[in-house]
Protein backbone atom coordinates (compact mmCIF):
# COMPACT_ATOMS: atom_id res chain seq x y z
CA UNK A 1 0.00 0.00 0.00
CA UNK A 2 1.43 3.31 -0.64
CA UNK A 3 -0.77 6.16 -0.40
CA UNK A 4 -4.33 6.72 -0.58
CA UNK A 5 -4.35 7.59 -4.29
CA UNK A 6 -2.93 4.47 -5.16
CA UNK A 7 -5.60 2.40 -2.38
CA UNK A 8 -8.09 4.51 -3.96
CA UNK A 9 -7.84 2.11 -6.81
CA UNK A 10 -8.02 -1.12 -5.26
CA UNK A 11 -11.83 -2.91 -5.43
CA UNK A 12 -10.88 -4.67 -2.57
CA UNK A 13 -8.05 -3.31 0.07
CA UNK A 14 -7.19 -4.46 3.92
CA UNK A 15 -5.44 -2.45 6.01
CA UNK A 16 -4.03 -3.63 9.10
CA UNK A 17 -5.99 -6.67 9.27
CA UNK A 18 -6.19 -8.76 12.32
CA UNK A 19 -7.79 -12.16 13.01
CA UNK A 20 -7.51 -13.85 16.31
CA UNK A 21 -9.32 -16.65 18.21
CA UNK A 22 -10.57 -16.60 22.18
CA UNK A 23 -10.21 -14.39 24.31
CA UNK A 24 -8.23 -12.99 27.14
CA UNK A 25 -4.94 -14.41 28.11
CA UNK A 26 -6.09 -17.18 25.99
CA UNK A 27 -6.51 -14.90 22.91
CA UNK A 28 -4.64 -16.70 19.80
CA UNK A 29 -3.78 -14.40 16.50
CA UNK A 30 -3.83 -15.81 13.81
CA UNK A 31 -3.46 -12.94 11.29
CA UNK A 32 -0.94 -9.65 12.79
CA UNK A 33 -1.57 -6.58 11.02
CA UNK A 34 -1.56 -7.31 7.03
CA UNK A 35 -1.95 -4.68 4.63
CA UNK A 36 -2.79 -5.64 0.81
CA UNK A 37 -5.14 -4.77 -2.22
CA UNK A 38 -6.09 -5.77 -5.29
CA UNK A 39 -7.59 -4.25 -8.62
CA UNK A 40 -10.58 -4.87 -10.66
CA UNK A 41 -8.56 -7.27 -13.82
CA UNK A 42 -6.20 -8.04 -11.42
CA UNK A 43 -4.94 -11.49 -9.80
CA UNK A 44 -3.27 -11.37 -6.16
CA UNK A 45 -1.85 -14.64 -5.05
CA UNK A 46 -1.16 -15.09 -1.26
CA UNK A 47 1.40 -18.00 -0.93
CA UNK A 48 2.95 -19.22 2.23
CA UNK A 49 2.95 -22.83 4.63
CA UNK A 50 0.28 -24.16 5.79
CA UNK A 51 -0.56 -22.61 9.22
CA UNK A 52 0.44 -19.27 8.04
CA UNK A 53 -2.98 -17.50 8.25
CA UNK A 54 -3.41 -17.30 4.16
CA UNK A 55 -6.85 -19.06 4.32
CA UNK A 56 -8.01 -18.01 8.07
CA UNK A 57 -7.32 -14.06 5.61
CA UNK A 58 -9.48 -15.64 2.61
CA UNK A 59 -12.45 -16.21 5.20
CA UNK A 60 -12.53 -12.89 6.78
CA UNK A 61 -12.76 -11.19 3.24
CA UNK A 62 -16.17 -12.75 2.93
CA UNK A 63 -17.39 -12.72 6.87
CA UNK A 64 -16.49 -16.44 7.38
CA UNK A 65 -13.78 -16.39 9.47
CA UNK A 66 -15.30 -19.15 12.00
CA UNK A 67 -16.93 -19.22 15.13
CA UNK A 68 -14.96 -17.09 17.90
CA UNK A 69 -13.11 -15.27 15.82
CA UNK A 70 -12.17 -11.58 16.14
CA UNK A 71 -11.63 -9.39 12.95
CA UNK A 72 -10.05 -6.03 13.47
CA UNK A 73 -8.72 -3.07 10.70
CA UNK A 74 -10.06 -1.99 7.89
CA UNK A 75 -11.48 -3.48 4.75
CA UNK A 76 -13.62 -2.27 1.80
CA UNK A 77 -14.74 -3.66 -1.27
CA UNK A 78 -16.23 -1.48 -3.85
CA UNK A 79 -16.18 1.72 -1.62
CA UNK A 80 -18.61 -0.54 1.27
CA UNK A 81 -16.93 -1.00 4.71
CA UNK A 82 -16.69 -5.19 5.29
CA UNK A 83 -16.38 -5.06 8.90
CA UNK A 84 -19.54 -3.41 9.68
CA UNK A 85 -21.71 -5.67 7.69
CA UNK A 86 -24.39 -7.58 8.91
CA UNK A 87 -25.33 -11.17 8.01
CA UNK A 88 -28.39 -10.01 5.56
CA UNK A 89 -25.77 -7.68 3.77
CA UNK A 90 -23.30 -10.55 3.35
CA UNK A 91 -25.68 -13.02 2.04
CA UNK A 92 -26.44 -10.35 -0.59
CA UNK A 93 -23.16 -9.97 -1.39
CA UNK A 94 -21.51 -13.53 -1.30
CA UNK A 95 -22.16 -15.46 -4.61
CA UNK A 96 -23.32 -12.20 -6.50
CA UNK A 97 -20.49 -9.86 -6.28
CA UNK A 98 -17.88 -11.80 -4.35
CA UNK A 99 -17.22 -15.31 -5.40
CA UNK A 100 -15.55 -17.98 -3.13
CA UNK A 101 -14.06 -21.35 -4.05
CA UNK A 102 -13.30 -23.70 -0.84
CA UNK A 103 -10.29 -25.71 -0.91
CA UNK A 104 -11.65 -29.10 0.04
CA UNK A 105 -14.79 -30.13 -1.99
CA UNK A 106 -15.18 -33.27 -0.46
CA UNK A 107 -16.62 -31.33 2.73
CA UNK A 108 -17.80 -28.39 0.92
CA UNK A 109 -20.56 -30.23 -1.32
CA UNK A 110 -24.02 -31.59 -0.12
CA UNK A 111 -23.03 -35.41 0.19
CA UNK A 112 -26.77 -36.24 -1.12
CA UNK A 113 -27.44 -33.35 -3.30
CA UNK A 114 -26.83 -33.91 -7.21
CA UNK A 115 -24.28 -31.94 -8.08
CA UNK A 116 -26.50 -29.64 -10.77
CA UNK A 117 -28.40 -28.69 -7.92
CA UNK A 118 -26.07 -27.64 -6.10
CA UNK A 119 -24.18 -25.18 -8.79
CA UNK A 120 -27.98 -24.43 -9.85
CA UNK A 121 -28.44 -22.92 -5.86
CA UNK A 122 -26.64 -19.78 -5.97
CA UNK A 123 -28.60 -19.13 -9.46
CA UNK A 124 -32.01 -19.80 -7.70
CA UNK A 125 -31.39 -17.77 -4.24
CA UNK A 126 -30.29 -14.85 -6.65
CA UNK A 127 -33.41 -15.12 -8.83
CA UNK A 128 -31.29 -15.88 -12.02
CA UNK A 129 -33.96 -16.89 -14.73
CA UNK A 130 -36.33 -19.81 -14.47
CA UNK A 131 -35.49 -23.46 -13.93
CA UNK A 132 -35.08 -24.44 -17.49
CA UNK A 133 -32.52 -21.25 -17.92
CA UNK A 134 -30.54 -22.37 -14.56
CA UNK A 135 -30.30 -26.01 -15.66
CA UNK A 136 -28.66 -24.73 -18.90
CA UNK A 137 -26.72 -22.70 -17.19
CA UNK A 138 -25.59 -24.95 -14.68
CA UNK A 139 -24.26 -27.56 -18.41
CA UNK A 140 -22.70 -24.34 -19.68
CA UNK A 141 -20.88 -23.99 -16.79
CA UNK A 142 -19.79 -27.66 -16.73
CA UNK A 143 -18.69 -27.49 -19.33
CA UNK A 144 -16.55 -24.31 -18.99
CA UNK A 145 -15.01 -25.67 -15.84
CA UNK A 146 -14.08 -28.86 -18.26
CA UNK A 147 -16.32 -31.76 -16.91
CA UNK A 148 -17.11 -34.01 -19.47
CA UNK A 149 -20.31 -35.51 -20.27
CA UNK A 150 -21.90 -32.48 -18.28
CA UNK A 151 -25.87 -33.60 -18.55
CA UNK A 152 -24.80 -36.80 -17.27
CA UNK A 153 -22.60 -35.25 -14.01
CA UNK A 154 -25.06 -32.84 -12.97
CA UNK A 155 -27.26 -35.85 -12.07
CA UNK A 156 -24.42 -37.78 -10.37
CA UNK A 157 -23.50 -37.70 -6.06
CA UNK A 158 -20.44 -35.64 -5.44
CA UNK A 159 -19.70 -38.81 -3.95
CA UNK A 160 -19.70 -40.77 -7.11
CA UNK A 161 -17.44 -38.10 -8.57
CA UNK A 162 -13.51 -37.84 -8.66
CA UNK A 163 -11.62 -35.42 -6.45
CA UNK A 164 -10.86 -33.29 -9.51
CA UNK A 165 -14.53 -33.52 -10.92
CA UNK A 166 -15.61 -32.18 -7.42
CA UNK A 167 -13.28 -29.48 -7.59
CA UNK A 168 -14.21 -28.34 -10.86
CA UNK A 169 -18.05 -28.14 -10.00
CA UNK A 170 -17.33 -26.06 -6.76
CA UNK A 171 -15.33 -23.79 -9.59
CA UNK A 172 -18.65 -23.63 -11.27
CA UNK A 173 -20.78 -22.78 -8.89
CA UNK A 174 -18.23 -20.02 -7.84
CA UNK A 175 -18.19 -18.22 -11.01
CA UNK A 176 -22.31 -19.11 -11.53
CA UNK A 177 -23.08 -15.38 -11.39
CA UNK A 178 -19.75 -13.73 -12.84
CA UNK A 179 -18.90 -11.90 -9.71
CA UNK A 180 -16.74 -8.92 -9.74
CA UNK A 181 -14.49 -10.14 -7.46
CA UNK A 182 -12.96 -14.13 -6.91
CA UNK A 183 -11.91 -15.15 -3.88
CA UNK A 184 -10.56 -19.14 -4.71
CA UNK A 185 -8.45 -21.11 -2.02
CA UNK A 186 -6.30 -23.48 -3.29
CA UNK A 187 -8.81 -24.24 -6.97
CA UNK A 188 -6.43 -26.02 -8.64
CA UNK A 189 -4.79 -28.47 -5.98
CA UNK A 190 -7.09 -31.74 -7.12
CA UNK A 191 -6.48 -30.84 -10.57
CA UNK A 192 -4.41 -32.90 -13.53
CA UNK A 193 -2.18 -30.42 -15.31
CA UNK A 194 -4.82 -30.23 -18.73
CA UNK A 195 -7.70 -29.20 -16.35
CA UNK A 196 -5.41 -27.15 -14.43
CA UNK A 197 -4.77 -25.46 -17.71
CA UNK A 198 -8.00 -25.28 -18.57
CA UNK A 199 -9.07 -23.48 -15.32
CA UNK A 200 -6.03 -20.96 -15.46
CA UNK A 201 -7.60 -20.26 -19.12
CA UNK A 202 -10.96 -19.39 -17.63
CA UNK A 203 -9.73 -17.34 -14.63
CA UNK A 204 -7.37 -15.18 -16.94
CA UNK A 205 -10.37 -14.49 -19.08
CA UNK A 206 -11.94 -13.40 -16.01
CA UNK A 207 -9.32 -11.20 -15.72
CA UNK A 208 -9.65 -9.67 -19.38
CA UNK A 209 -12.93 -9.11 -18.80
CA UNK A 210 -11.85 -6.72 -15.63
CA UNK A 211 -13.17 -9.33 -12.94
CA UNK A 212 -10.67 -9.34 -9.88
CA UNK A 213 -9.30 -12.36 -8.19
CA UNK A 214 -7.40 -13.47 -4.99
CA UNK A 215 -5.77 -16.73 -5.23
CA UNK A 216 -4.44 -18.62 -2.56
CA UNK A 217 -2.52 -21.29 -3.52
CA UNK A 218 0.82 -23.19 -2.67
CA UNK A 219 1.39 -24.00 -6.24
CA UNK A 220 3.85 -21.77 -7.06
CA UNK A 221 3.64 -22.37 -10.94
CA UNK A 222 0.12 -22.03 -11.13
CA UNK A 223 0.84 -18.78 -8.94
CA UNK A 224 3.43 -18.11 -11.84
CA UNK A 225 1.11 -18.62 -14.36
CA UNK A 226 -1.93 -16.75 -13.61
CA UNK A 227 -0.78 -13.94 -10.30
CA UNK A 228 0.30 -10.02 -11.45
CA UNK A 229 1.04 -9.91 -8.01
CA UNK A 230 2.09 -12.13 -5.04
CA UNK A 231 2.20 -11.82 -0.93
CA UNK A 232 4.22 -14.44 0.61
CA UNK A 233 2.53 -15.54 4.38
CA UNK A 234 4.14 -16.38 7.20
CA UNK A 235 3.21 -17.07 10.78
CA UNK A 236 0.48 -14.45 10.10
CA UNK A 237 2.38 -12.36 8.78
CA UNK A 238 3.46 -10.49 5.00
CA UNK A 239 6.88 -11.15 4.68
CA UNK A 240 7.26 -10.01 1.19
CA UNK A 241 4.73 -8.70 -1.58
CA UNK A 242 5.49 -7.36 -5.14
CA UNK A 243 5.36 -8.35 -8.68
CA UNK A 244 5.17 -11.57 -9.30
CA UNK A 245 8.15 -11.71 -11.22
CA UNK A 246 10.76 -9.73 -8.95
CA UNK A 247 8.97 -11.80 -5.82
CA UNK A 248 9.56 -15.62 -7.52
CA UNK A 249 12.62 -14.39 -9.72
CA UNK A 250 14.40 -12.54 -7.19
CA UNK A 251 12.95 -13.44 -3.53
CA UNK A 252 14.56 -11.24 -0.78
CA UNK A 253 13.03 -13.41 2.28
CA UNK A 254 14.64 -16.46 2.99
CA UNK A 255 11.30 -17.94 3.22
CA UNK A 256 10.18 -17.12 -0.10
CA UNK A 257 13.56 -19.09 -1.08
CA UNK A 258 12.84 -21.96 0.78
CA UNK A 259 9.51 -22.17 -0.27
CA UNK A 260 10.84 -22.22 -4.54
CA UNK A 261 13.68 -24.76 -3.12
CA UNK A 262 10.78 -27.12 -2.08
CA UNK A 263 9.05 -27.60 -5.76
CA UNK A 264 9.58 -31.05 -6.74
CA UNK A 265 10.93 -31.36 -10.44
CA UNK A 266 13.53 -33.09 -12.54
CA UNK A 267 16.83 -31.35 -11.44
CA UNK A 268 16.10 -32.10 -7.98
CA UNK A 269 15.41 -36.05 -8.89
CA UNK A 270 17.65 -37.67 -6.15
CA UNK A 271 17.80 -35.14 -3.46
CA UNK A 272 16.08 -33.62 -0.49
CA UNK A 273 13.67 -31.19 -0.81
CA UNK A 274 13.48 -30.05 2.39
CA UNK A 275 16.88 -29.09 2.80
CA UNK A 276 17.75 -25.82 1.14
CA UNK A 277 18.91 -25.89 -2.61
CA UNK A 278 22.41 -24.53 -1.96
CA UNK A 279 22.98 -27.24 0.72
CA UNK A 280 21.19 -30.35 -0.79
CA UNK A 281 22.37 -33.42 -0.10
CA UNK A 282 21.66 -36.89 -2.14
CA UNK A 283 19.21 -39.10 -1.45
CA UNK A 284 20.33 -42.79 -0.38
CA UNK A 285 21.88 -44.50 -3.24
CA UNK A 286 19.53 -46.72 -3.55
CA UNK A 287 16.96 -44.34 -4.25
CA UNK A 288 19.05 -42.65 -6.51
CA UNK A 289 20.18 -45.01 -8.35
CA UNK A 290 17.51 -47.82 -8.57
CA UNK A 291 18.12 -48.59 -12.37
CA UNK A 292 20.47 -51.56 -11.45
CA UNK A 293 20.40 -54.02 -14.02
CA UNK A 294 20.59 -56.03 -10.31
CA UNK A 295 17.47 -54.97 -10.06
CA UNK A 296 15.60 -56.90 -12.75
CA UNK A 297 17.29 -60.02 -11.92
CA UNK A 298 14.40 -60.67 -9.25
CA UNK A 299 11.33 -61.35 -10.47
CA UNK A 300 8.39 -58.78 -10.21
CA UNK A 301 6.65 -57.96 -6.74
CA UNK A 302 3.45 -57.33 -8.32
CA UNK A 303 2.15 -58.40 -11.86
CA UNK A 304 -1.06 -56.64 -13.58
CA UNK A 305 -2.24 -58.73 -16.69
CA UNK A 306 -5.05 -56.89 -18.86
CA UNK A 307 -7.05 -55.32 -16.23
CA UNK A 308 -10.53 -54.24 -17.26
CA UNK A 309 -13.24 -52.89 -15.13
CA UNK A 310 -16.81 -51.50 -16.21
CA UNK A 311 -19.48 -49.34 -14.78
CA UNK A 312 -22.83 -48.19 -15.15
CA UNK A 313 -23.77 -44.74 -14.99
CA UNK A 314 -26.86 -42.92 -14.32
CA UNK A 315 -27.80 -42.62 -17.62
CA UNK A 316 -27.83 -46.61 -17.78
CA UNK A 317 -24.86 -46.36 -20.18
CA UNK A 318 -21.67 -48.78 -19.09
CA UNK A 319 -18.58 -47.33 -19.38
CA UNK A 320 -14.90 -49.28 -19.39
CA UNK A 321 -12.58 -46.81 -17.01
CA UNK A 322 -10.03 -49.50 -16.94
CA UNK A 323 -8.97 -51.13 -20.51
CA UNK A 324 -6.53 -53.55 -20.39
CA UNK A 325 -3.91 -52.31 -18.37
CA UNK A 326 -0.92 -53.91 -17.44
CA UNK A 327 2.20 -53.25 -16.00
CA UNK A 328 5.03 -54.74 -13.58
CA UNK A 329 6.24 -53.61 -10.54
CA UNK A 330 9.78 -54.62 -9.48
CA UNK A 331 11.04 -54.78 -5.66
CA UNK A 332 12.32 -51.63 -4.03
CA UNK A 333 11.27 -49.33 -7.27
CA UNK A 334 8.97 -46.41 -7.76
CA UNK A 335 6.51 -46.73 -10.56
CA UNK A 336 4.45 -43.33 -11.14
CA UNK A 337 1.12 -43.67 -12.83
CA UNK A 338 -0.14 -40.54 -14.07
CA UNK A 339 -3.04 -39.38 -16.24
CA UNK A 340 -5.90 -37.10 -16.06
CA UNK A 341 -8.77 -37.03 -13.92
CA UNK A 342 -10.98 -39.99 -14.71
CA UNK A 343 -8.38 -41.35 -16.68
CA UNK A 344 -8.36 -44.70 -14.67
CA UNK A 345 -5.17 -44.65 -12.36
CA UNK A 346 -7.65 -44.63 -9.12
CA UNK A 347 -9.43 -47.32 -10.21
CA UNK A 348 -6.04 -49.42 -11.41
CA UNK A 349 -5.00 -48.97 -7.80
CA UNK A 350 -7.81 -50.15 -6.40
CA UNK A 351 -7.61 -53.27 -8.34
CA UNK A 352 -4.33 -53.55 -7.18
CA UNK A 353 -5.34 -53.28 -3.37
CA UNK A 354 -8.21 -55.92 -4.58
CA UNK A 355 -10.67 -53.42 -3.02
CA UNK A 356 -12.48 -53.40 -6.53
CA UNK A 357 -12.51 -56.39 -8.49
CA UNK A 358 -11.55 -56.57 -12.14
CA UNK A 359 -14.27 -57.79 -14.85
CA UNK A 360 -11.56 -59.24 -16.65
CA UNK A 361 -7.68 -59.67 -16.07
CA UNK A 362 -5.88 -60.29 -12.43
CA UNK A 363 -3.32 -59.34 -10.29
CA UNK A 364 -0.46 -61.70 -9.69
CA UNK A 365 1.42 -61.01 -5.97
CA UNK A 366 4.82 -62.88 -5.64
CA UNK A 367 3.70 -65.04 -8.85
CA UNK A 368 0.96 -66.17 -7.06
CA UNK A 369 -2.61 -64.81 -7.71
CA UNK A 370 -4.30 -62.22 -6.10
CA UNK A 371 -7.30 -60.23 -7.01
CA UNK A 372 -8.93 -63.18 -7.89
CA UNK A 373 -8.95 -64.83 -4.53
CA UNK A 374 -11.71 -64.49 -2.21
CA UNK A 375 -11.62 -62.62 0.82
CA UNK A 376 -10.71 -64.98 3.02
CA UNK A 377 -7.93 -66.89 0.82
CA UNK A 378 -6.61 -62.95 0.72
CA UNK A 379 -6.39 -61.97 3.94
CA UNK A 380 -2.98 -63.46 5.00
CA UNK A 381 -1.57 -62.20 2.50
CA UNK A 382 -3.20 -58.60 2.98
CA UNK A 383 -0.23 -57.27 4.98
CA UNK A 384 1.87 -57.21 2.26
CA UNK A 385 0.16 -54.62 0.19
CA UNK A 386 -0.46 -51.41 2.25
CA UNK A 387 -2.01 -47.81 1.01
CA UNK A 388 -2.04 -44.09 1.54
CA UNK A 389 -4.93 -42.03 0.17
CA UNK A 390 -5.24 -38.47 -0.32
CA UNK A 391 -6.77 -37.54 2.78
CA UNK A 392 -6.29 -38.69 5.34
CA UNK A 393 -8.41 -37.33 7.82
CA UNK A 394 -11.31 -38.64 6.05
CA UNK A 395 -10.17 -42.24 6.03
CA UNK A 396 -9.68 -41.98 10.29
CA UNK A 397 -12.14 -42.69 12.58
CA UNK A 398 -12.34 -39.06 13.84
CA UNK A 399 -13.13 -40.07 17.39
CA UNK A 400 -9.81 -42.41 17.27
CA UNK A 401 -6.50 -41.56 18.65
CA UNK A 402 -3.12 -41.73 16.71
CA UNK A 403 -2.52 -44.83 19.40
CA UNK A 404 -5.62 -46.11 19.09
CA UNK A 405 -5.41 -46.09 14.43
CA UNK A 406 -2.01 -47.66 14.43
CA UNK A 407 -2.82 -50.38 16.89
CA UNK A 408 -5.69 -51.13 14.76
CA UNK A 409 -3.42 -51.86 11.54
CA UNK A 410 -0.92 -53.98 13.44
CA UNK A 411 -1.01 -58.20 12.82
CA UNK A 412 -2.89 -59.90 14.51
CA UNK A 413 0.19 -61.94 15.90
CA UNK A 414 1.60 -58.74 17.43
CA UNK A 415 -0.25 -60.10 20.30
CA UNK A 416 1.74 -58.76 23.62
CA UNK A 417 0.98 -55.26 25.12
CA UNK A 418 4.86 -54.82 24.99
CA UNK A 419 5.38 -55.59 21.75
CA UNK A 420 2.47 -53.59 19.90
CA UNK A 421 3.74 -50.55 22.40
CA UNK A 422 7.12 -51.00 20.94
CA UNK A 423 5.75 -51.31 17.88
CA UNK A 424 4.20 -48.02 17.42
CA UNK A 425 7.06 -46.59 19.00
CA UNK A 426 9.29 -47.45 16.30
CA UNK A 427 6.33 -46.41 13.69
CA UNK A 428 6.46 -42.80 15.22
CA UNK A 429 10.60 -43.09 14.95
CA UNK A 430 10.25 -43.87 11.34
CA UNK A 431 8.17 -41.05 10.01
CA UNK A 432 9.20 -38.13 12.32
CA UNK A 433 6.55 -37.78 15.17
CA UNK A 434 7.47 -38.01 18.43
CA UNK A 435 5.54 -39.92 21.28
CA UNK A 436 3.39 -37.15 22.50
CA UNK A 437 0.66 -37.69 19.20
CA UNK A 438 -0.09 -41.06 20.42
CA UNK A 439 -3.08 -39.47 22.32
CA UNK A 440 -4.23 -36.64 19.79
CA UNK A 441 -7.44 -37.05 17.55
CA UNK A 442 -6.99 -36.66 13.82
CA UNK A 443 -8.59 -32.87 14.17
CA UNK A 444 -5.99 -32.04 16.45
CA UNK A 445 -3.47 -32.50 13.70
CA UNK A 446 -1.99 -30.39 11.05
CA UNK A 447 -2.15 -31.92 7.56
CA UNK A 448 1.79 -32.70 7.32
CA UNK A 449 0.89 -34.87 10.86
CA UNK A 450 -1.89 -36.59 9.85
CA UNK A 451 -0.27 -38.00 6.81
CA UNK A 452 2.97 -38.87 8.48
CA UNK A 453 0.23 -41.01 10.60
CA UNK A 454 -1.58 -42.01 7.49
CA UNK A 455 2.24 -43.36 6.36
CA UNK A 456 2.81 -44.79 9.73
CA UNK A 457 -0.32 -46.89 9.25
CA UNK A 458 0.48 -48.27 5.64
CA UNK A 459 3.60 -49.46 7.36
CA UNK A 460 2.07 -51.01 10.40
CA UNK A 461 2.13 -55.05 9.02
CA UNK A 462 5.38 -54.41 7.39
CA UNK A 463 4.41 -54.08 3.91
CA UNK A 464 6.73 -54.85 0.44
CA UNK A 465 4.34 -52.55 -1.25
CA UNK A 466 2.37 -49.53 -0.49
CA UNK A 467 -0.11 -47.78 -2.96
CA UNK A 468 -0.12 -44.31 -2.79
CA UNK A 469 -2.81 -42.84 -4.32
CA UNK A 470 -2.45 -38.56 -4.43
CA UNK A 471 -0.34 -38.63 -1.05
CA UNK A 472 0.76 -34.83 -1.38
CA UNK A 473 -1.31 -32.96 -3.33
CA UNK A 474 -2.96 -31.44 -0.45
CA UNK A 475 0.36 -30.01 1.37
CA UNK A 476 1.92 -27.00 0.79
CA UNK A 477 4.88 -27.16 -0.90
CA UNK A 478 7.07 -27.57 2.25
CA UNK A 479 5.37 -29.96 3.99
CA UNK A 480 5.04 -31.95 0.55
CA UNK A 481 8.76 -31.10 0.22
CA UNK A 482 9.17 -33.10 4.12
CA UNK A 483 6.88 -36.35 3.19
CA UNK A 484 8.21 -37.26 -0.47
CA UNK A 485 11.96 -37.38 1.44
CA UNK A 486 10.49 -39.41 3.91
CA UNK A 487 8.91 -41.38 1.49
CA UNK A 488 12.60 -42.31 0.24
CA UNK A 489 13.94 -42.73 3.77
CA UNK A 490 11.59 -45.17 4.22
CA UNK A 491 11.97 -46.76 0.43
CA UNK A 492 15.93 -46.97 1.21
CA UNK A 493 15.57 -48.34 4.80
CA UNK A 494 12.86 -50.79 4.17
CA UNK A 495 13.15 -52.30 0.15
CA UNK A 496 9.25 -50.82 -0.17
CA UNK A 497 8.49 -50.79 -3.91
CA UNK A 498 5.56 -48.11 -4.07
CA UNK A 499 2.83 -47.94 -6.73
CA UNK A 500 2.82 -43.73 -7.01
CA UNK A 501 -0.05 -41.84 -8.32
CA UNK A 502 0.10 -38.46 -8.80
CA UNK A 503 -1.64 -35.91 -11.52
CA UNK A 504 1.51 -33.55 -10.48
CA UNK A 505 4.42 -34.53 -13.11
CA UNK A 506 6.54 -32.91 -10.88
CA UNK A 507 6.29 -35.03 -7.78
CA UNK A 508 5.74 -37.78 -10.50
CA UNK A 509 9.45 -37.26 -12.22
CA UNK A 510 11.02 -36.66 -9.05
CA UNK A 511 9.64 -39.47 -7.11
CA UNK A 512 9.09 -42.41 -9.98
CA UNK A 513 11.85 -44.83 -11.46
CA UNK A 514 8.85 -45.64 -14.31
CA UNK A 515 6.24 -44.23 -15.39
CA UNK A 516 2.58 -45.27 -16.68
CA UNK A 517 1.11 -42.95 -18.84
CA UNK A 518 -2.85 -44.09 -18.84
CA UNK A 519 -5.69 -41.59 -20.29
CA UNK A 520 -9.83 -43.04 -20.71
CA UNK A 521 -8.75 -46.11 -19.01
CA UNK A 522 -5.62 -47.33 -21.60
CA UNK A 523 -2.12 -47.08 -20.87
CA UNK A 524 -0.92 -45.17 -23.90
CA UNK A 525 2.79 -45.07 -22.58
CA UNK A 526 5.34 -46.62 -19.98
CA UNK A 527 9.07 -46.73 -19.27
CA UNK A 528 12.16 -44.98 -17.85
CA UNK A 529 11.18 -41.40 -15.84
CA UNK A 530 13.35 -39.63 -17.34
CA UNK A 531 12.94 -40.71 -21.03
CA UNK A 532 9.36 -40.20 -20.93
CA UNK A 533 9.96 -36.73 -19.58
CA UNK A 534 12.99 -35.74 -22.05
CA UNK A 535 11.19 -37.25 -25.20
CA UNK A 536 7.60 -38.48 -25.03
CA UNK A 537 6.18 -40.35 -27.49
CA UNK A 538 2.51 -40.36 -27.21
CA UNK A 539 0.95 -37.27 -28.60
CA UNK A 540 -1.61 -37.56 -25.51
CA UNK A 541 2.13 -37.55 -22.72
CA UNK A 542 3.15 -34.49 -25.11
CA UNK A 543 0.13 -32.59 -24.64
CA UNK A 544 0.11 -33.24 -20.26
CA UNK A 545 4.08 -31.76 -20.66
CA UNK A 546 3.29 -29.18 -22.83
CA UNK A 547 0.01 -28.00 -20.52
CA UNK A 548 2.10 -28.48 -17.05
CA UNK A 549 2.93 -24.88 -15.46
CA UNK A 550 6.68 -24.17 -14.33
CA UNK A 551 7.64 -21.07 -12.00
CA UNK A 552 8.97 -18.00 -13.87
CA UNK A 553 12.11 -17.56 -11.80
CA UNK A 554 13.41 -15.65 -15.08
CA UNK A 555 11.71 -12.10 -14.81
CA UNK A 556 9.03 -13.90 -17.85
CA UNK A 557 5.70 -12.01 -17.60
CA UNK A 558 3.67 -13.95 -15.20
CA UNK A 559 0.80 -13.71 -18.03
CA UNK A 560 2.90 -16.08 -20.38
CA UNK A 561 1.23 -19.73 -21.49
CA UNK A 562 1.85 -22.92 -19.30
CA UNK A 563 5.07 -24.85 -19.64
CA UNK A 564 6.59 -27.55 -19.05
CA UNK A 565 10.66 -26.59 -17.92
CA UNK A 566 12.32 -29.39 -19.85
CA UNK A 567 15.42 -27.64 -19.33
CA UNK A 568 14.88 -27.72 -15.48
Known amino acids: MT ?176 PQLLIADEPTTA ?22 LIVISHDLAVVSTLADRVAVMRDGEIVEQGRTADILGNPQHPYTQSLLDAIPSAHSRGTRLSEPATLRGRLPASFAAKQRESDRDAPPLLTANGLVKRYKGPDGKVRTVVDKVSFELWPGETLGVVGESGSGKTTTGRIVLAVTRPDEGEVLLNGQPWTNLTEGQRRSRRRHIGVVYQDPLSSFDPRWTVRRILTDALPAEQASARARAERIRELLHQVGLSEDMLERRPLLLSGGQRQRVAIARALAPAPEIIVCDEPVSALDVSIQAQVL ?60 LEALPRVALDGELADREPAYDRSA
Open 485 to 544: DLFADLQDELGLSYIFISHDLGVIHHMSDRVLVMTAGRVVEQGDADQIFSHPAAPYTQRL
Open 191 to 212: LDVTIQAQIIGLLRESKRRGRA
Open 3 to 178: GQREQDTYLLSATDLRVSFGSGAAAREVVSGISFGVRAGECLAIVGQSGSGKSVTARALLGLAGDGSQVSGQLEFAGLDLTSMSERQWRAIRGVRIGFILQDALVSLDAVRPVGREIAEPLRLHKYGNPATRRARVIELLRQVGVPEPEMRARQLPGELSGGLRQRALIATAIALD
